[in-house]
C-alpha cells in the first residue's frame, strides 16, 4: 500500500494554495468545503477563487512564492504550470514536515487528492495513488450510483443517537451488533426512502426496548474451493459482521483477508493425521464463544454440508439453543471441475455424479465399489490422493476399465491451479512423478475427455 488513506479534518486551519488558475480554484472548492481557511499565493489570481478566498475568511497574496508563505499552514497545495517553482514549494514543504500535494506530480507529493464521492457525514474515497486518476473517477462515479444521497441522513441519524446507544451497550461488540441490525433492516429502509421522522421514530422503540445480548450468533459460511470471486453475497456479509472467525486449512488466504479486519482469528486447521483441534473441541468452541455473547464465522473450505463436518456442528450448537445460520458455498467438486473444463455430467457421457470421500481410515477402503462402478456415472472423490492407487486398483477389479479417464486436480480454482490427466491405471503413476499436495480432487469418468475443449480457464493452463 503506498498511501495509507487518512481523513484530515481541516476546520478553521489555514492551507497555503500556491497558484491563482483553474487547477487551483478546483483543489481550493475542495478545502473550502472542509472548512479550511484558504492563503492562495500567485501574482495574478482568477475572480472565482478570489471570491472563494474571501468566502474563507483567508487572504490573497498578489506575488511569487516564497517559503515564508508555509508559515502556519497545515497543509500545502502546489497548483501551478512552472514545474521547477512545484518542486520547490515540495521540497520546502517536505523540509518543514508539513504535508504536501503537487497537482500531477504523484512523486513531490507526500499526499495526494483522492475522488471523493460525499454524502456528509459519510464519505467515500477512491484513488489509484496518483496512477491512474481518471480510472479512479470511473470507479468514483459507479459508486455514487450505488449510494444514495439519503446515505448521509441515515449517518446523521446514527450520529445523533450515538451517545444514546453507547450508554446502553458499554460493550463495543454489542453496539457494533445493534447498528448493523439498523442500517440492514426497517429503519434504515425508512430513512432511504425520504421517511425519516418514521426511522427516528423507530429507532427511539428500538432503544427503548432493546436489552443487552446474552448470546451470540454462530455463522457456517462455505468458502468455496479458493477463489473468493466464487464467495456468495451472503457469506461476505456475514463474513464482515463477524466478531470471531474460526477457519481451517482449506480457506485460502485471499478469502480470510475479506473477513472483518478486527476479527479475532482462531486457527482450527486438520491435515491428514495431524487434528490441530479435534472436532468435539472445535464444537464447545463454538458454543462457548457464542454464549459470551459474539458472532461466530465457522470459515469451511466448499460447502459446510459436502464432506465438511457442518452437520456435527450445528447438532452441538442445537442443543445448547444457539442461534445459527447455514451459508452454502460452491463445494470443490463443481468449482474445481468448472475450472478444469471438465463437466460433471454430459448428455453423452454421464447422466449421474456421485460424491465420495477418499479418505481411507488405517490404509484400508470400505467404500461400495460394486456401486461405483456403475456406466454413464461421474466419480468425485474429495481427499483422494493419499489413497489414488488404492482407489484406481479398487475401481479396476470390481469392473471398471482400466483406460476409463480420470484426471486429479490440484488447489483448484486458484492461480496455483494444476491438473494431471490420465486413465485409471496410468494417474497414480502420473502424479506419484510430480510434486503434489493437498488439497486435491480426482475426477473419473468420460467426462474428463471433455478437457481438452473446455478447459478455457486461465488457472487451467499450466497442466500434465
Known amino acids: 500500500m503506498e498511501f495509507l488513506p487518512l481523513f484530515h479534518n481541516l476546520r478553521g486551519s489555514r492551507v497555503l494554495v500556491v497558484g491563482g488558475g483553474e487547477i487551483a480554484l478546483r483543489k481550493s472548492r475542495l478545502l473550502a468545503d472542509a472548512g479550511a481557511v484558504l492563503r492562495v499565493v500567485a501574482p495574478a ?4 477563487l478570489c471570491e472563494l478566498v474571501n468566502s474563507s475568511g483567508g487572504e490573497q497574496v498578489l506575488r511569487g512564492y516564497v517559503e515564508a508563505d508555509l508559515d502556519g499552514c497545515v497543509l500545502i497545495i502546489a497548483a501551478t504550470d512552472d514545474e521547477p517553482l ?3 514549494v515540495s521540497a520546502d514543504a517536505h523540509r518543514r514536515c508539513v504535508p504536501v500535494n503537487v497537482v500531477d506530480a504523484p512523486a513531490l ?10 454524502r456528509s457525514p459519510l464519505i467515500v474515497a477512491v484513488s489509484s495513488g496518483g ?8 470507479i468514483r462515479a459507479k459508486i455514487e450510483t450505488w449510494i444514495p444521497s439519503t446515505y ?3 449517518a446523521g441519524l446514527a450520529a445523533r443517537f450515538r451517545t444514546q446507544v453507547k450508554h446502553l451497550f458499554p460493550d463495543v461488540q454489542q453496539r457494533r451488533g445493534f447498528w448493523e441490525d439498523v442500517f440492514q433492516g426497517p429503519i434504515a429502509d425508512r430513512q432511504l426512502a425520504g421517511q425519516g421522522a418514521e426511522a427516528e421514530r423507530l429507532l427511539q422503540a428500538k432503544i427503548a426496548g432493546e ?8 455463522y457456517l459460511v462455505g468458502a468455496g474451493p479458493g477463489d473468493p470471486d466464487l464467495l456468495t453475497f451472503r457469506a461476505l456479509r456475514l463474513m464482515q459482521q463477524a466478531d470471531v472467525v474460526l477457519y481451517d486449512r482449506l480457506v485460502a488466504p485471499a478469502i480470510l483477508e475479506l473477513c472483518r479486519r478486527d476479527a479475532e482469528r482462531i486457527y482450527v486447521g486438520k491435515r491428514r493425521a495431524d ?18 455473547g459474539k458472532r461466530v464465522v465457522r470459515l469451511k473450505g466448499g460447502d459446510p454440508f459436502i464432506f465438511g463436518r457442518g452437520g456435527e456442528e450445528i447438532e452441538e450448537l442445537a442443543a445448547h439453543g444457539i442461534p445459527f445460520q447455514v451459508v452454502p458455498g460452491i463445494t470443490a467438486a463443481s468449482g474445481c471441475a468448472a475450472y478444469a473444463g471438465i463437466p460433471l455430467t454430459h448428455r453423452d457421457y454421464a447422466q449421474s455424479v456421485r460424491f465420495v470421500t477418499g479418505h481411507l481410515k488405517d490404509g484400508t477402503s470400505n467404500l461400495p465399489w460394486n456401486d461405483l462402478v456403475a456406466p454413464a456415472q461421474t466419480l468425485v472423490f474429495y481427499m483422494g490422493l493419499i489413497g489414488l ?11 471398471r476399465s482400466a483406460d476409463t479417464p480420470a484426471a486429479l486436480i490440484q488447489q483448484g480454482t486458484t492461480s496455483n491451479q494444476r491438473v494431471f490427466t490420465g486413465t485409471l491405471k496410468d494417474l497414480p503413476t502420473l502424479v506419484a512423478e510430480h510434486e503434489v499436495h493437498a488439497p486435491t480432487l480426482v475426477i473419473v469418468g468420460e467426462v474428463v475427455l471433455l478437457r481438452q475443449k473446455l478447459a478455457w480457464f486461465e488457472g487451467a493452463q499450466s497442466q500434465v
Open 152 to 154: 448521509g441522513q441515515l
Open 86 to 88: 512545484n518542486a520547490q
Open 45 to 48: 489570481i482568477e475572480p472565482q
Open 109 to 118: 507529493c507526500s499526499v495526494i487528492f483522492p475522488a471523493i464521492v460525499d
Open 131 to 138: 496512477d491512474a486518476p481518471v480510472l479512479a473517477r470511473l
Open 275 to 292: 487434528h490441530a483441534v479435534p472436532q468435539d473441541q472445535i464444537n464447545q468452541q463454538l458454543v462457548d464463544l457464542a454464549k459470551q
Open 389 to 399: 492407487p488404492i482407489i484406481c486398483e479398487q475401481l479396476i477389479a470390481h469392473g
Open 211 to 218: 436489552a443487552a445480548q446474552t448470546t451470540g450468533e454462530v
